[in-house]
């Protein structure tokens, strides 16, 4: 079969595809034919040696994806081969090789049924992204009706299933993009209301929309000095959610501009949640609820083939996309 | 009767003492005779003009105290004229005049009995410092059975307080201090293990203290840069509870300091919780439940005369002091 190898560290070039030997499951093991894979920035770090795992080339690579059961291995209980299957992807190790191969076996607990509505790129954008912001906002942070969120660099894949998690929780998104150009497309996919933070009116911006309360929630992937400005534009008791560190700088705050409105920092990494087999299982439930009713919707920005995968990273790395990027294995 | 005003903002010598007016009680108001008064750096921040409230010279100034009711108003039910009282101090400007000064008026709802088995001086010195700690760590944070708990600053008022109530609440007190020299005394105020943070070494002690898992909680009224070493030195999931900000630089600190072991910064203000009613209550009846049990005994560093609150205000800002600093009206 062939997977992508990349046997140094380096650009969207170090991604070769190779031919390798097809391995049989073993037990609790599944081995699925990948048909589409879901693109992640942590794919990229691991591409240039910035991701804790793994460590050292040659490495294979990829979290997220769905396909077809091909085989499994002894005691395999829930899946069948020939069924519809996604990863529940958690940006850890437990995808044993990776799903940037033609296929990959991994232990059945981190799998489930693909949605009958959705197609396999569809699903393969789904579930890295709603997981993260329902074990992000909802699970952990408890995002409340009534709620404002604000959610940085919303063009991000995130962003757009951010803001249909928090339609479904009754609270208002507030979308902020340093990309002009970006405004139109964030606000299509579904944000209440965006801001183009290249202005920098963001705590001003804030107020407005909420009446001069300011924000419950940041949720950031960002980091960085920007985080001093997600403080002033929050309501008093207000959170700061970080779940990526974009801008790996200190953040610069003093701590009046946390104490004066009781402003928690808050950190998340959704491998954390998602080791919590109760956790994983109620987050999977809450997608598949909102797959099957027609909220959840993933927003595709692009559409590569597999051997155009470099291209789908040099793509990534542009930010020029909206929504998530995805590869399929379809000629 | 004589009140300290202070005319304008500056050092200690602007602590002087003059005539005022006796007022009587309004309705819902009692008028307290004090005869201690609990010492706080919020009154030397204000002398010099830099607390929030009150704004402008002349000011009044006092957050803390005990004495005898000398009057009561209209429609007060809770207290009768001669009962020990005592304050309930919040840090903010529900003490009409302050107490540094013969007589002080205040709504009854800010009062409380004195405990019997204390002096009017301990009973000044007990209320702000475990109200405060009670309500950041037991009522906002929820200290837990087993818990490591940081208490940076251990020589303020509130170091022996918080030693009590975590000992109560069997979590581990790991107090910080800069000075060698008051090591020993923060020992002998309670607290299980102090860690003496000149020595560079905080984040490796810790680690010994709690056998390499770091500490669950760091209670710290600092901030500033030191908060990296403190987020080095918690455990996955730790706390860090910033109660104060004797450094007012930013903290310097990097967002993956916090994500990599997902660990959050509170901030707590003593009268953001007061303000509630009922957590009010539920302090004050933890406060009294230790005070009468004997597990809460304030420690007091020094007690002045009334005439010498500028000598007072001189040795709080010192730093010599280990506990509370009080000052008595008796001749």
């Avoid at 380096?10 to 390798?20: N, T």
């Avoid at 910035?50 to 990829?62: A, C, N, Q, V």
């Avoid at 059961?69 to 069948?80: S, Y």
Wanted: glycine letters at 8%.
């Amino acid at each position: 079969m062939r997977a992508i190898i990349v046997r140094e560290f380096g650009g969207p070039e170090k991604l070769v595809i190779e031919e390798v030997e097809k391995r049989d499951p073993a037990a609790h093991e599944v081995r699925v034919r990948i048909s589409a894979i879901g693109l992640n920035r942590a794919e990229v770090a691991a591409r240039v040696g910035k991701y804790p795992l793994p460590k050292s080339p040659p490495i294979r690579l990829g979290f997220e994806g769905a396909g077809v059961v091909d085989a499994v291995g002894a005691d395999v209980t829930g899946f069948k081969v020939g069924q519809r299957v996604s990863i529940v992807p958690d940006g850890s190790s437990h995808v044993t090789e990776g799903t940037y191969a033609e296929y990959c076996n991994i232990a059945e607990e981190w799998l489930t049924p693909t949605p009958e509505n959705l197609s396999d790129e569809e699903s393969a954008a789904l579930w890295m992204a709603y997981l993260t912001s329902w074990a992000a906002l909802v699970d952990y942070v408890g995002v409340a009706h009534g709620d404002s969120v604000i959610v940085t660099a919303a063009s991000s894949s995130l962003g757009a299933p951010t803001f249909q998690i928090l339609a479904r929780e009754q609270a208002t998104s507030i979308a902020t993009t340093r990309s002009s150009d970006k405004v139109e497309r964030i606000r299509n996919s579904g944000a209440d209301f965006v801001i183009d933070t290249s202005a920098g009116e963001l705590i001003k911006r804030v107020k407005e929309i909420t009446n001069h309360t300011g924000a419950n929630i940041a949720y950031d992937c960002i980091g960085g000095p920007g985080v001093k400005d997600l403080a002033g534009a929050l309501a008093y008791d207000g959170k700061i959610l970080l779940y990526g560190m974009l801008d790996s700088r200190p953040m610069d705050l003093k701590p009046m501009s946390l104490m004066g409105k009781r402003i928690s920092i808050l950190s998340f990494i959704i491998f954390h949640s998602l080791a919590d087999p109760e956790i994983r299982a109620r987050g999977v439930r809450y997608v598949h609820e909102g797959a099957k009713s027609g909220a959840f919707k993933p927003l595709i920005a692009r559409v590569f083939p597999f051997e155009k995968i470099a291209e789908a990273h040099e793509y990534m790395q542009s930010n020029q996309q909206v929504g998530k990027i995805v590869v399929t294995m379809r000629k």
